[in-house]
């Protein structure tokens, strides 16, 4: 495709190259990253367009991933990205991650690990900082509701069991389960991991509510206490 003069506006293009144009005639999956994201800037600034500004942004925080994985303030760095513009990147971000989540409502039934990573690891891919969470369930296993215990540093989330039981207590869950990512994505449960994961059992017994796993994602992947049989001994985890 030729290029326009820099800082001519893309209302100057030919309507075959602009890219809300191309995605009306040819689909979305037809538009490169920087045309994408141009629809969502709408307008560039005085001396780029906006796929230029999108290109930039591209570069500086390396890929959409990057872009994922940074905050607003960050993304206001880029020349031509003010507060609104940022708000909206982040807004569709989020929606994507939503749309990619597996339902999992109240009342649906956990049959797996598996229903349980498929659901969380698009919330959860992105994030820098671990996120410890906990699903609550009633005596059939069916979901009552879910909540964040905890936002952590980059390697570390402070949980203590009260705070884990404490809302499972007040919404009469029979058993739950727990998870949180790790940000460096290599979901090997650490030694606190493992210690921490025994202390909820056992607090979960003395309770009388089950702590069905424990899950930790990684980079596409992701660790199940219950599938590899560590929940009844957390020590034989390597």
Not at 170 to 194: C, K, M, T
Not at 213 to 232: K, P, V
Request: net charge positive; with cysteine; hydrophobic share 40%.
């Amino acid at each position: 495709m030729s290029k326009p003069a820099r800082g001519s506006g893309i209302n100057r293009w030919p309507e075959s190259e602009r890219p809300r144009e191309r995605l009306l005639q040819e689909g979305p999956e037809a538009l490169s990253d920087a045309q994408l994201l141009a629809i969502l800037l709408r307008v560039g600034r005085q001396d780029a367009s906006a796929v230029q500004v999108a290109m930039e942004l591209l570069r500086r925080l390396e890929g959409l991933q990057g872009l994922a994985n940074r905050g607003v303030n960050e993304l206001c760095q880029v020349p031509g990205i003010g507060l609104a513009k940022a708000a909206q990147l982040k807004a569709a971000l989020e929606l994507g991650k939503r749309a990619l989540a597996t339902p999992l409502s109240t009342g649906k039934r956990v049959s797996s690990s598996a229903d349980l990573f498929h659901h969380y690891y698009p919330r959860l891919r992105d994030l820098r900082h671990e996120v410890f969470k906990i699903v609550l369930l009633d005596a059939k296993h069916t979901i009552i509701r879910d909540a964040t215990v905890s936002r952590g540093s980059l390697t570390l989330s402070i949980v203590h069991p009260r705070e884990v039981f404490n809302l499972a207590v007040r919404e009469s869950a029979a058993a739950v389960v727990v998870l949180h990512n790790h940000p460096s994505g290599d979901p090997q449960p650490s030694p606190e991991d493992r210690a921490l994961t025994a202390r909820l059992v056992a607090a979960g017994d003395t309770l009388g509510i089950r702590v069905l796993d424990h899950l930790i994602t990684g980079d596409g992947r992701y660790i199940s206490f219950a599938d590899q049989g560590w929940l009844g001994s957390t020590t034989s985890a390597p």
